[in-house]
């Protein structure tokens, strides 16, 4: 069975401090893995898709990383600021389903000022 | 460009009543997806479309939910009769084609007493 999976449920960190976001998933065939934000009462907000054939992806203070072999992505968050406050989702596409996202269950992340 | 867009954002009925939403796709999209998320969890696909045919509808309890995208852009979900376990918010998302990044839009939130 495919799946995706997050570890922790929650975290809470000092502002400032860089943090680290563990997704694993069961199976190493996948087309790309995506890192979604989600707001409470708000719909998913894209942070970067990795596809299969990369390594990372960067965006401003994001960094994630995706290791196939091993079936883990992590998602880098530097110098956090209470504004990163959500929860963060790790989505993966695997190559024997038609294109449907397989999320994990998230990571709540509170900063505290 | 403009965004996916749902409607209502919230909706509140009585179990074993009816409830239909709606989904209007980003413009040129091709692929549109309904999510189930019950809270504390990540979302669930539920039915993707590739235009107006279906492509996966493997997990959607078609005893009671059905979905329509009639001519390849809008959709509705219909739940009918709803149970207490369909409290959740249902989420639609788009993408360009069937491994392009996902959209969402903010969700309807459904409860049902």
């Known amino acids: 069975k495919q799946e995706v999976t997050q570890i922790p449920a929650a975290l809470s960190v000092p502002e400032g401090e860089n943090l680290v976001l563990n997704c694993s998933f069961t199976?190493?065939?996948?087309?790309?893995l995506q890192w979604f934000r989600q707001d409470p009462g708000k719909g998913l907000t894209s942070l970067l898709l990795?596809?299969?054939?990369?390594r990372e992806q960067t965006s401003g203070r994001l960094n994630a990383s995706l290791d196939k072999s091993s079936g883990r992505s992590t998602l880098y968050i530097a110098a956090s600021q209470p504004g990163d406050s959500a929860t963060y989702l790790c989505a993966v596409r695997f190559t024997s389903n038609t294109g449907k996202l397989i999320f994990g269950q998230g990571t709540t992340l509170q900063v505290k000022p | 460009e403009a965004g996916v867009a749902q409607s209502p954002r919230y909706k509140i009925i009585e179990k074993r009543q009816s409830v239909a939403f709606w989904c209007n796709p980003i413009s040129g999209h091709a692929t549109l997806y309904w999510y189930q998320q019950i809270l504390g969890q990540g979302p669930k696909l539920l039915i993707q479309f590739q235009n107006n045919g279906v492509v996966d509808d493997s997990q959607l309890p078609k005893d009671r939910f059905s979905a329509e995208r009639l001519k390849g852009v809008d959709s509705t979900l219909k739940i009918q009769p709803a149970k207490l376990e369909d409290s959740a918010v249902y989420l639609c998302?788009?993408?360009?084609?069937?491994?392009?990044?996902?959209?969402f839009g903010n969700g309807t939130r459904l409860t049902v007493t």
């Open positions: 998302a788009s993408s360009l084609q069937v491994n392009s990044p996902l959209h």
């Open positions: 199976d190493s065939a996948i087309y790309n």
């Open positions: 990795i596809q299969s054939s990369q």
